[in-house]
T-cell receptor
Framework: DTAVSQTPKYLVTQMGNDKSIKCEQN?????MYWYKQDSKKFLKIMFS???????INETVPNRFSPKSPDKAHLNLHINSLELGDSAVYFC??????????????FGPGTRLTVL | GDSVTQMEGPVTLSEEAFLTINCTYT??????LFWYVQYPGEGLQLLLK?????DKGSNKGFEATYRKETTSFHLEKGSVQVSDSAVYFC????????????FGTGTRLQVTL
C-alpha cells in the first residue's frame, strides 16, 4: 500500500503545453506539499496546503497552480511549460503543521522533461 | 533567510569505513533539524531528526547532534554498508507553526566493497 503516490512517474512534453501531476496520500494527513528538485538535486518547497487551504506559496511563477479537491489529494497544474520547468516534482504529506513532530512523507517523484 | 550548507559530494567510501557528512545552518531562533535520505529512483525518507539544542537523533546506525553553538548537525555512521549508498539531505524547519523544510543541496554517498 503506497502511502504517498504520484502520477505520472515520467512526463515528457513540448514547450508551451499545459500538464498536470496528481498526488494522493492514504495516511489521513491534513497537510500536503509540492517540492521541486532541479538537475543539481537542489530541493525547494513550492506550495503547502492544510485542510485544503493554501498556507505556503513560495516565489513560484503563476503558471503553476495547485489544487486540493480534498485533504487526500493535491494536484499541480502547469501552464505554458518552459524548458526551465524540467525537474523532478515531489509531493509530500504530514499529519499537521508542526515540523518538530509532524514528519513529512514523500512520494516517489514525477520526472518532468520539457523539450 | 534560512539556509542549509552541506559538504559537496560525492563521498566515496569502502564498506565498514567511518562516515561524516557535514551540515551547518543559518536560521533565527531554534529550528528543528533533519536528515533525509534518497535512495536511487525513490522519494526522500526521514532518517533522523532533532528538535532542540544538544538533542541527538539516531536511526539505522546513523547519528547527528544538534549543536547550537556551532550551528551544525553533522551526520555520522561508524561503519557504512553498500546499501547506504544514496543521497543525503540536511534540512531545517523554522520555529513556528508552518511546516516548511529548507534543504541543503544533498551529498551523494557511494560505498564500495
Amino acid at each position: 500500500d503506497t502511502a504517498v503516490s504520484q502520477t505520472p512517474k515520467y512526463l515528457v512534453t513540448q514547450m508551451g503545453n499545459d500538464k498536470s501531476i496528481k498526488c494522493e496520500q492514504n495516511l489521513g494527513h491534513d497537510t500536503m506539499y509540492w517540492y521541486k528538485q532541479d538537475s543539481k538535486k537542489f530541493l525547494k518547497i513550492m506550495f503547502s496546503y492544510n485542510n485544503k487551504e493554501l498556507i505556503i506559496n513560495e516565489t513560484v511563477p503563476n503558471r503553476f497552480s495547485p489544487k486540493s479537491p480534498d485533504k487526500a489529494h493535491l494536484n499541480l497544474h502547469i501552464n505554458s511549460l518552459e524548458l526551465g520547468d524540467s525537474a523532478v516534482y515531489f509531493c509530500a504529506s504530514s499529519p499537521g503543521l508542526a515540523a518538530s513532530t509532524d514528519t513529512q512523507y514523500f512520494g516517489p517523484g514525477t520526472r518532468l522533461t520539457v523539450l | 533567510g534560512d539556509s542549509v550548507t552541506q559538504m559537496e559530494g560525492p563521498v566515496t567510501l569502502s564498506e565498514e569505513a567511518f562516515l561524516t557528512i557535514n551540515c551547518t545552518y543559518t536560521a533565527t531562533g531554534y529550528p528543528s533539524l533533519f536528515w533525509y535520505v534518497q535512495y536511487p529512483g525513490e522519494g526522500l525518507q526521514l532518517l533522523l531528526k532533532a528538535t532542540k539544542a544538544d538533542d541527538k537523533g539516531s536511526n539505522k546506525g546513523f547519528e547527528a547532534t544538534y549543536r547550537k553553538e556551532t550551528t551544525s548537525f553533522h551526520l555520522e555512521k561508524g561503519s557504512v554498508q553498500v546499501s547506504d549508498s544514496a543521497v543525503y539531505f540536511c534540512a531545517l524547519s523554522p520555529t513556528g507553526t508552518a511546516s516548511k523544510l529548507t534543504f541543503g543541496t544533498g551529498t551523494r554517498l557511494q560505498v564500495t566493497l
